[in-house]
């Protein structure tokens, strides 16, 4: 079982800046891919980023631009760099990774989930 814990939302205004850090309880180099979706009020969840252990990444066209994905190996963790935050933005964030091991096939893991509102 693969934990993953979430932190560095909360409140900011447009135009600003959050960064939210996603820590796995095993190594990362056994999860690939990881990555980031979010739910909006009322909306289905949706992809925002995602990064491979090689560090290949994949952004929504949203957020191209102003987000970031990156890893920290060493830490066991992935984070999501956003600028330019537009209340559009606000909504639940999700990381996600995916294990894959012989004789089981690939498992998603999912985190708690942080909450992220940018007010106009």
């Known amino acids: 079982q693969v934990q993953l814990v979430e932190s560095g939302g909360g409140l900011v205004q447009a135009g600003g800046s959050l960064r939210l850090s996603c820590g796995a309880s095993i190594s990362i180099f056994r999860l690939n891919p990881m990555g980031w979706y979010r739910q909006p009020p009322g909306e289905q969840r949706e992809l925002v980023a995602t990064?491979?252990?090689?560090?290949?990444?994949n952004y929504a066209d949203s957020v191209k631009g102003r987000f970031t994905i990156s890893r920290d190996n060493a830490k066991n963790t992935v984070y999501l760099q956003m600028n330019t935050l537009k209340p559009e933005d606000t909504a639940v964030y999700y990381c996600?990774?995916?294990?894959?091991?012989?004789?089981?096939?690939?498992?998603?893991?999912w985190g708690q989930g942080t909450q992220v509102t940018v007010s106009s």
């Open positions: 990064i491979t252990v090689g560090g290949s990444t």
């Open positions: 996600t990774a995916r294990q894959t091991r012989l004789q089981i096939g690939s498992l998603d893991y």
